[in-house]
């Protein structure tokens, strides 16, 4: 009897060692019995919606998902245009990937690297701030944990907004200026639009007017006509629109 329960605990060790050792080195299959990746799934994929996530007017920072986060939420709450800052990614995650669909008529900005816990924060290409218009609109992000952010994969949206940093504009007649945009195509639509700086008394749209807007690959170029020189505008922004 003894040596039979120590031939028992011999074998259970050696079936534990072979399992351990084929769960850290083995591909794993689904659906098929000869995968070829780590992952092999012969057959479709779901991803379960989430549900809905209240986010507020505003800035909205360290976005908490839950305690089961999911891979699909849908953006509920705003009323008029909203900053998505920072989202609280799975603890020491690497590749973690959600899709926000903004399900209401706001404006939905995806904030480049600003706002909340910095380890939460949003990187954006060409480092400005990414505005989805649209209801219906989405966002991809994935967690990068090298980088310490998150990083966007992909967008759905009637149109993309850049809305470039603020600049002080000397007195001037006419301005040629050329933004480059990756988005933009010699057939994209196009429209640029100025905003100003509220608390200042003079506003660009009061003497400045654009004229010659035109897309092309890369590019968007405008015209800028100052029917009162002598002004320097404080703060002024241009948005860009790209529709594609």
């Not at 669909?101 to 690297?113: E, P, S």
């Amino acid at each position: 009897m003894k040596n039979n329960t120590s031939v028992t605990r011999i074998l259970h060790v050696f079936i534990l060692t072979f399992f351990l050792h084929v769960g850290l080195f083995a591909q794993v299959g689904i659906g098929t019995t000869t995968p070829t990746t780590t992952l092999d799934v012969n057959g479709a994929i779901s991803l379960r919606d989430g549900g809905t996530l209240t986010l507020t007017n505003g800035n909205n920072n360290n976005i908490n998902l839950g305690a089961v986060p999911y891979s699909n939420y849908r953006i509920i709450g705003p009323t008029t245009s909203f900053f998505v800052n920072s989202i609280i990614p799975i603890a020491s995650s690497d590749g973690q990937i959600i899709t926000l669909q903004n399900t209401t008529n706001a404006v939905m900005i995806i904030r480049h690297d600003a706002g909340g816990n910095v380890n939460n924060r949003i990187l954006v290409p060409s480092e400005k701030n990414l505005v989805l218009t649209g209801r219906y609109s989405s966002v991809t992000l994935m967690y990068s944990d090298n980088q310490n952010r998150w990083i966007v994969q992909n967008k759905l949206s009637d149109e993309t907004i850049y809305v470039t940093a603020p600049a002080d504009y000397a007195p001037f007649t006419i301005y040629n200026l050329t933004y480059p945009i990756a988005a933009c195509t010699s057939t994209s639509a196009v429209s640029v639009n100025l905003l100003g700086d509220w608390s200042v008394l003079n506003q660009p749209w009061e003497d400045i007017t654009i004229h010659h807007v035109e897309a092309r690959t890369g590019e968007v170029r405008f015209v800028l006509v100052n029917s009162s020189p002598g002004t320097t505008y404080i703060g002024m922004d241009f948005v860009i629109s790209v529709r594609n």
